[in-house]
C-alpha cells in the first residue's frame, strides 16, 4: 500500500494519539461528569445520587426477613420440645391447658408462614403483625414457665434473641423490656435461688447481645457488598456510556474528514485514515454492547461492514480485551484494505485462538506486494510493539497471498 509520506513517523504518530489514547475505558475529562452521563441508563439501573441510605433500609429489611424464615422452623422445633415435655412430665400443672396452647402457638406458627412478610414488613400491617407474634411467644413462654416450670425458661435463650433480630427501632427496645419484665415476674414466681436466678437472666442478656453484634455485623458485611456491587455497575453503566460517546465522536470525525476529501487519487490518504478511525470505533461499539470483553468474530464483521467488496469472516470463539481489541481493529483493517487494493476476491480473514492469536487474510491476487507502504509498515509496528507478535507476508502455493499475524493468547 504504497504513501508518498514517510511510514515511520506517521505510523509512530498514529499509535501514540490513537491507541494510546483511546485504550482506557474512557477518558478522564468524561468521567469526571458523572452528572451528565448516562443520567437515563442510570435510571434504569435504579442507580440514582443520595440512594447509600434506601440501599442500608433494603439491606436491614433483607435481613429481618430472613430472621423471621429461620423464626419459622425455630418455633417448630420449641413446639415439639414442648409437647414431648408435656408428655413426660404427667404432673404439670394445667397439663391440657398447656398442650392447647401449644397446640394454638402451632396454628400460629402455621399462619406466619402464609404472610407475606416480604412484601408487609416494611408497613403498618407488617409491623403490627410482627408485634402480635412477639407478644404471643413472651406470653406462651411466661404461661409455661409459671405452669410447667422453670425448665422451660430455656426458650427464652431462643425467643428473646429473635425479637431483638427481628425487631428494629424504638419496638426492639420496647419488646427487649417487655421481655425484661417478664423474665423478672417469672423469676419471682419460681422458687430458686437468687444466683439461679441472676444466672439464668444473665444468660438471656448476654445472648441478646451476642445476637445484636453478629447481626450488626453481618449487616454491615451486607451493606457493603451491596454497595461494591452498586458502585461496579455504577463503573460499568458510565463506562458504556462514555463509549458510547466515543464511537459517536469518532465516526463524527470519520464523516468530517470524508467531507474535505479531495477528487481522485489524492483521496486514498483521506479514505484510509477514516477507514482506521472506523475501525477503533467499532471497538466502543462494541464496548457498549458487552462489559470490558470483545468477541473477535464480532470485531472483525464490524472492521470488514464497509469494505468494497464481499469479506467472508470465520472466527473461532475469542474475546479480548478493549486494548488488545483496538490494536486487532486497526491491523485487520489494514489488512482487509490491503487485500482489496493489491489482491482479488475471494477474500477470507481468519480468527484462530489457542495457546496464541492467529490472524490471516487471505487474497486471490498475484503475489505479495511490496511492504514499504504505510499500512503494511503500521502493521508491522502494531503487530511488534503492541502485540508482542510477529507478523509474515507471503505467497500462497496455489496462487494468492496471505498476510498473517500472530501473537500471544494473554494478549
Not at 394445667?94 to 408462614?113: D, I, S, Y
Not at 413462654?141 to 425467643?159: H, T
Not at 490494536?327 to 483493517?333: D, R, T, Y
Request: aromatic share 6%; glycine share 10%.
Amino acid at each position: 500500500m504504497p504513501v508518498a509520506a514517510p511510514a515511520a513517523g506517521r505510523s509512530r504518530f498514529l499509535m501514540s494519539s490513537l491507541t494510546d489514547h483511546l485504550t482506557a475505558a474512557w477518558p478522564p475529562a468524561r468521567a469526571a461528569e458523572p452528572s451528565r452521563i448516562g443520567r437515563l441508563r442510570l435510571a434504569r439501573l435504579g442507580l440514582r445520587p443520595g440512594s447509600a441510605r434506601e440501599a442500608d433500609a433494603s439491606v436491614e429489611l433483607g435481613f429481618r426477613f430472613a430472621a423471621v424464615q429461620v423464626g419459622y422452623w425455630l418455633g417448630w422445633a420449641s413446639i415439639v420440645v414442648v409437647l414431648v415435655g408435656l408428655a413426660l412430665d404427667v404432673g404439670a400443672q394445667h397439663r391440657w391447658l398447656l398442650v392447647g396452647a401449644t397446640l394454638v402457638a402451632a396454628a400460629g406458627n402455621t399462619v406466619a408462614m402464609v404472610i407475606p412478610w416480604r412484601e408487609w414488613l416494611a408497613s403498618r400491617r407488617g409491623r403490627g403483625l410482627l408485634d402480635l407474634w412477639c407478644g404471643g411467644l413472651i406470653g406462651f413462654v411466661a404461661l409455661l414457665v409459671i405452669n410447667a416450670g422453670s425448665n422451660f425458661a430455656l426458650l427464652l435463650f431462643l425467643v428473646v434473641p429473635f425479637i431483638a433480630v427481628v425487631q428494629s427501632g424504638w419496638r426492639r427496645g420496647f419488646w427487649l423490656a417487655v421481655s425484661a419484665g417478664t423474665c423478672t415476674v417469672a423469676a419471682a414466681l419460681i422458687p430458686l435461688s437468687v444466683g439461679a436466678t441472676a444466672m439464668r437472666l444473665g444468660l438471656v442478656a448476654a445472648a441478646v447481645a451476642v445476637a445484636l453484634l453478629l447481626t450488626r455485623t453481618i449487616r454491615r458485611e451486607a451493606a457493603a457488598h451491596q454497595s461494591a456491587a452498586a458502585r461496579a455497575e455504577l463503573e460499568r453503566t458510565l463506562a458504556q456510556e462514555a463509549n458510547h460517546r466515543i464511537k459517536n465522536d469518532l465516526q463524527a470525525a470519520a464523516d468530517l474528514l470524508l467531507l474535505g476529501r479531495p477528487q481522485g487519487a489524492d483521496g486514498a490518504a483521506f479514505d484510509d485514515t477514516a477507514a482506521r478511525i472506523r475501525s477503533i470505533a467499532t471497538v466502543h461499539r462494541l464496548l457498549t454492547e458487552s462489559s470490558d470483553r470483545i468477541d473477535g468474530a464480532a470485531l472483525l464483521r464490524g472492521v470488514t461492514a464497509s469494505a468494497p467488496v464481499p469479506v467472508a469472516v470465520e472466527a473461532d470463539p475469542t474475546a479480548f480485551d478493549a486494548a488488545t481489541a483496538q490494536k486487532l481493529g486497526i491491523v485487520a483493517n489494514e489488512l482487509v484494505t490491503n487485500a482489496v487494493r493489491h489482491g482479488a476476491p475471494p477474500i477470507v480473514i481468519r480468527l484462530s485462538g489457542g495457546d496464541s492469536t492467529r490472524l490471516c487474510v487471505d487474497d486471490s491476487g498475484g503475489g505479495v506486494e511490496d511492504e514499504a507502504g504505510f499500512g503494511l509498515a503500521l502493521v508491522r509496528r502494531m503487530v511488534e510493539q503492541g502485540l508482542d507478535g510477529r507478523f509474515e507476508l507471503r505467497a500462497l502455493a496455489g496462487g494468492g497471498t496471505r498476510a498473517e499475524v500472530v501473537f500471544p493468547a494473554a494478549k
